[in-house]
């Protein structure tokens, strides 16, 4: 009887990718040929205990395996050995590149082997035409990711040490993230050192045919005048007689096209989902990602429902605009569809590698997977589909009409605008406008003043940074990268150098001192131009203009003699313990407020003899309205929204949202709390109707 022979089983070829999640999506759309695993993200690092750089060898960094990564090394190993082609596949950007040439070296590849493939969108067709392309790593791409990894861990490894010896122990400065501290602090000197400048203002109401309008004044006999004081505007009034009508003396009316933003770039898209989402930068990538990978979709499967989400470039290929185009002339019609294609000019230093963040097909539309995504998830998408939709629609048309009316050579002008064709505002509106529809004014008609309201203003010191302002400081100054931003305002948080007060970032005594140490001792590391040309220096390494070499040596050597001066120069930083005022309640000593890794907190004077500590609560001078007996204090919850609570918590569980004040309501005996609006604080009651709008103080009334 004749032995069967034994199928032999056909080789595989092997992708590795960065992502678990991407694996599987991309196993699926490459066939039973074909195996997929990943790296999960980096498996070769600088050593964490030591400096791990041969000063002496051309910067050589000593490369290790990350701890943890073991079995992750070794599967990928077992996987190349059995299969007929290794590709490696990770991310389309510089860290990407270097995770590839990490795994080509642990797996003993080819560096020159044509096994390199990227794509811009986890979708089949992308995917699938990446592999008719494969090219050779990108070593121009990996010595700029390498040549800021060892800068970073340069700075970060030489000044920390300091940090530890001179200030405490558990600090840490990075290239990078000492400018983002740095723009922080800057801004709340400008707060603390502002002086205000006062300017009034006289709002008018006129009205023609019945018809009520409002208008400003704007100057004197023709020329434009500022109000700086009461005097000023007593002159003005002094000139008008109320009960003379007012002459328009001149009409201009035009048509304003406003265009639409362009597409998304990691910083807008996180400035923008920190606005209107409310969401951390953290937090939006983390959001992007999932978005990036792949979304399952039922019977289609897993898609990856945007571009990647890591790019400076505003540039979209034709094929998105294309299928942009068709979807919008179904759905809207063809007076929405922007004429041919339109193009957003780059910021001039931005890497042009891949595309703008966009979905992957306008024709997945966020409600049709909004039963697919998490709420967070669609939020977000809804955000990129539509900012992406709106760059490829045509501009909004505005009937604009402004006017200038004048008495006895007092001029008061009003503006109007009122919206002709709402173009891409139909799908997405980055700033709100609001119509003002004026009665029709000619040149020669007279017009009524009703009543006039003069108001004393000061000007106003520059806001605070919010998240999403400091990355755009950050952009616009040209510090740091895509995938920089995220990391570095968390680092900063994280080390407690900086707050969050609601959304404002506010530095903190520690992150002044920080920053003081560093501006004082390493200026070129804060100095924002200086690490903008370093950036510059890395994206011409990336283009394969510099020597990576060579830029770490112009970098290292002046920063070499800061350090060796700073070594003997910096004295050491003594925290001084604040005395809290009261007794420790376990053993009599006095209590004393200390620094510590998430801000001030009260300790027992005696420690480590005695570890007593209390957190630090700020009274609002309110009784509780609940116990009567304890203090209302001001609280932060776990996601850093500020409340209020008893402080004999929890004898007490009085909480509110809001802050209370010592009044109860007339009305029901609640007791009144304080809240924000547009207009200022509004007294309110929570249980009911009661209301006290907010009084403008710096108004005066016309006699």
């Known amino acids: 009887m004749p032995t069967k022979s034994k199928k032999r089983k056909s080789k595989k070829t092997l992708v590795i990718v960065e992502s678990p999640a991407k694996a ?332 703008a963040i966009r979905p992957t097909s306008i024709y997945r539309t966020p409600e049709s997977l909004k039963d697919v995504l998490t709420t967070e998830q669609y939020r977000l998408y809804k955000l990129i589909w539509s900012r992406f939709l709106a760059s490829e629609m045509t501009p909004a048309v505005y009937d604009t009409v402004r006017a200038d009316i004048e008495q006895n050579g007092v001029t008061f002008r009003t503006t109007g605008s009122k919206m002709k064709f709402p173009g891409f505002t139909k799908v997405y509106d980055n700033q709100q406008e609001n119509n003002v529809e004026l009665p029709d004014l000619n040149e020669g008609d007279q017009v009524k003043l009703v009543k006039s309201d003069n108001k004393q203003h000061f000007t106003l010191p520059p806001a605070r940074y919010t998240e999403a302002s400091l990355v755009r400081s950050l952009e616009e100054n040209g510090v740091g990268r895509p995938s920089t931003y995220a990391p570095t305002i968390d680092t900063i948080q994280r080390r407690y150098y900086v707050k969050l007060e609601g959304k404002a970032i506010v530095p903190t005594e520690l992150g002044e001192i920080v920053d003081d140490l560093i501006e004082k001792f390493f200026p070129d590391i804060v100095n924002v131009d200086f690490t903008a040309q370093l950036e510059n220096d890395l994206d011409s390494v990336e283009e394969g203009k510099k020597d990576w070499v060579k830029v770490i040596d112009e970098y290292y050597h002046p920063f070499k003699k800061e350090l060796d001066k700073a070594d003997t120069d910096i004295k050491k930083v003594q925290i001084k313990d604040e005395p809290a005022g009261f007794n420790c309640d376990i053993c009599g000593a006095p209590m004393v407020i200390k620094m510590g890794r998430y801000g001030k907190f009260y300790a027992c004077s005696r420690f480590p003899d005695c570890r007593n500590t209390k957190a630090i609560v700020k009274k609002i001078g309110v009784t509780c309205p609940k116990c009567g007996k304890g203090d209302v204090v001001e609280k932060k919850s776990k996601r850093n929204r500020k409340f209020f609570g008893c402080s004999r918590y929890p004898e007490c569980d009085f909480v509110s949202w809001d802050k209370p004040i010592n009044r109860n309501c007339p009305n029901d005996g609640h007791f009144l709390v304080e809240k924000k609006n547009k207009k200022g604080l509004v007294v309110l009651c929570p249980n009911g109707d009661y209301k006290e709008e907010p009084k403008d103080e710096g108004a005066v009334k016309e006699s």
């Open 24 to 355: 599987k999506t991309i196993e699926k759309y490459l066939g039973r040929n074909y195996r997929v695993i990943a790296s999960k993200g980096h498996i070769r690092d600088l050593p964490k205990s030591q400096m791990g750089i041969d000063f002496d060898n051309n910067y050589k960094p000593k490369y290790i395996s990350i701890r943890g990564k073991g079995d992750t090394i070794k599967e990928l190993k077992s996987e190349a050995k059995k299969a007929k082609d290794v590709y490696l596949a990770s991310d389309p950007d510089r860290e990407g590149e270097a995770i590839a040439w990490h795994v080509a070296h642990a797996l003993n590849l080819d560096d020159t082997a044509k096994n390199r493939v990227t794509f811009n969108e986890v979708t089949k067709d992308a995917v699938k035409e990446s592999f008719k392309h494969p090219r050779a790593i990108d070593m121009d791409t990996v010595n700029a990711q390498q040549a800021r990894r060892i800068l970073d861990r340069i700075v970060g490894y030489s000044l920390s040490p300091i940090l530890w010896d001179k200030v405490k122990k558990g600090l840490s400065a990075g290239r990078v993230q000492s400018v983002a501290l740095k723009l922080v602090i800057d801004r709340e000197k400008e707060i603390k050192n502002f002086k205000p400048e006062e300017y009034w203002t006289i709002d008018a109401e006129f009205k023609k045919d019945q018809k009520a309008f409002k208008s400003q004044f704007w100057g004197v006999d023709g020329k434009k005048k500022e109000l700086p004081n009461n005097e000023a505007v007593q002159d003005v009034l002094a000139k008008i007689d109320k009960k003379q009508p007012f002459n328009v003396t001149k009409v201009v009316a035009r048509e304003r096209r406003r265009q639409p933003a362009a597409p998304f770039t990691t910083s807008t898209m996180q400035q923008e989902a920190n606005k209107r989402l409310n969401y951390r930068t953290r937090r939006t990538m983390s959001i992007a990602q999932q978005l990036y990978e792949g979304i399952s979709l039922g019977k289609e499967g897993t898609v990856g429902l945007i571009t990647y989400m890591r790019t400076d470039s505003k540039r979209t290929s034709p094929i998105a605009q294309a299928e942009a185009s068709k979807f919008l002339n179904e759905k809207y019609g063809k007076e929405y569809a922007a004429k041919g294609q339109r193009h957003f000019k780059n910021a001039q230093d931005a890497q042009d590698a891949h595309e």
